[in-house]
């Protein structure tokens, strides 16, 4: 069996790595258009981190991993191209393409703003060395950013719309967030960006954001590019459409972590979660159906994350509104103190008593009651399980 995987990230070399170890008759070839690294902590790199991921071990499974660019899917012929013209043929493929960064159209002048998604956008930060940094968007990636500008030195300011992490975060935890951020020296402004200029960020208010170097921070697109040209079906035009083991509308094409949608364990709908945790099992269950193995693994929202080495933040499941937009009949507990950290809710529906959500701003780790609560949702115990009277 000849699989290809394309992509370096979590959802390619999980991949290889999980179908060397259950397809071991497997002949697996990995291409990527640049080096390994451990992407999601790109904002260590100016705190002298190295993120290069060390290959060996899966190598030494007879996994090949060739750097190059990958231009086309042939699935006629079961062959991908790739930048030199050579063809490698398949049996089966794994596109693990990731995202790019988005660009609003409506906001003028935003082809000016780097962004902060390779190793050459953070050593840009590095070598530029700005005194003030604008941020726009309200998502982690804006967050890292100001993680990076704070380390060397410089000033951020987050130009906020809404509020911060809206998706994962209970309204009162985005306020909190914030909160503890500007106890650590970043600026935040609350407004809507009209034009990047040089050495501002105009606001439909009429004021100013003054910045050295402007970043844009406000999601991402699913890299498709190779899917849509192959005739892959895709979800609403815009990400690629898999089944609960990943697979795509061709039966010998797969597609793991940003660029493919997958099934949400409280809603049984495919949706975009684009997390590194979801694209880590989301390649366990392609390995496994390549086994013949028929059921799968079930991907929650799992987000975990640490700002200015302490400042930590845990997402699980829907937020009450998300919640509360999907059908479900909505309560939420606050909870403090005894392992819960400084802050944090446990969403649940009101008929049931199942968990929904959870999330949590602490100046400690929660790891452990997270994991509970992670337990408790793919497992859709009530919260009595987890010992509370409601």
């Not at 895709?234 to 697979?247: H, Y």
Request: aromatic share 6%; net charge positive; glycine share 10%.
């Amino acid at each position: 069996m000849k699989v290809v995987i394309v992509g370096f990230g979590l959802g390619g070399l999980g991949s290889a790595r999980h179908i060397a170890e259950q397809v071991p008759d497997a002949k697996i070839t990995v291409v990527g258009d640049e080096k390994p690294y451990v992407r999601h902590k790109l904002r260590l790199v100016t705190q002298g981190m190295d993120l290069w991921v060390n290959t060996r071990h899966i190598e030494s499974k007879g996994v090949e991993i060739l750097l190059d660019k990958v231009t086309k899917v042939r699935r006629a012929q079961k062959e991908i191209v790739l930048s030199n013209g050579q063809t490698i043929q398949y049996d089966y493929l794994v596109l693990t393409t990731g995202s790019n960064p988005t660009i609003p159209s409506k906001l003028k002048g935003g082809d000016k703003c780097a962004v902060f998604r390779r190793l050459e956008d953070v050593h840009r930060l590095i070598d530029e060395r700005p005194n003030e940094v604008a941020i726009i968007g309200a998502s982690f990636v804006a967050l890292h950013v100001a993680d990076a500008s704070r380390a060397i030195g410089a000033k951020p300011k987050v130009i906020v719309r809404s509020r911060l992490i809206r998706r994962s975060l209970e309204p009162e935890l985005s306020a909190k967030l914030e909160e503890f951020l500007a106890e650590k020296g970043v600026e935040f402004v609350h407004g809507k960006p009209k034009e990047v200029h040089d050495g501002k960020v105009e606001l439909e208010d009429g004021s100013d954001v003054a910045s050295e170097m402007t970043f844009m921070a406000t999601g991402v697109s699913p890299e498709i590019t190779l899917a849509k040209e192959a005739g892959l079906e895709l979800m609403d035009g815009w990400v690629i459409k898999t089944d609960r083991q990943g697979r795509t509308s061709d039966p010998n094409i797969f597609a793991v972590g940003d660029n493919a949608t997958v099934m949400d364990i409280l809603t049984n709908k495919p949706i975009y979660m684009g997390i590194g945790t979801a694209a880590s099992i989301m390649s366990l269950n392609v390995a496994k159906a390549l086994t013949g193995f028929k059921a799968s693994y079930r991907v929650p929202r799992y987000q975990r994350d640490v700002f200015f080495g302490g400042i930590h933040m845990t997402s699980i499941g829907l937020t009450s509104i998300e919640a509360a937009k999907e059908g479900f009949e909505v309560d939420r507990m606050y909870l403090s103190g005894d392992g819960w950290g400084d802050h944090a809710y446990i969403v649940y529906d009101k008929k049931t008593k199942k968990i929904i959500g959870f999330s949590s701003i602490s100046k400690q780790d929660v790891g452990w009651k997270s994991i509970d609560v992670l337990m408790a949702m793919i497992r859709k115990w009530p919260l009595t399980k987890l010992g509370f009277n409601i």
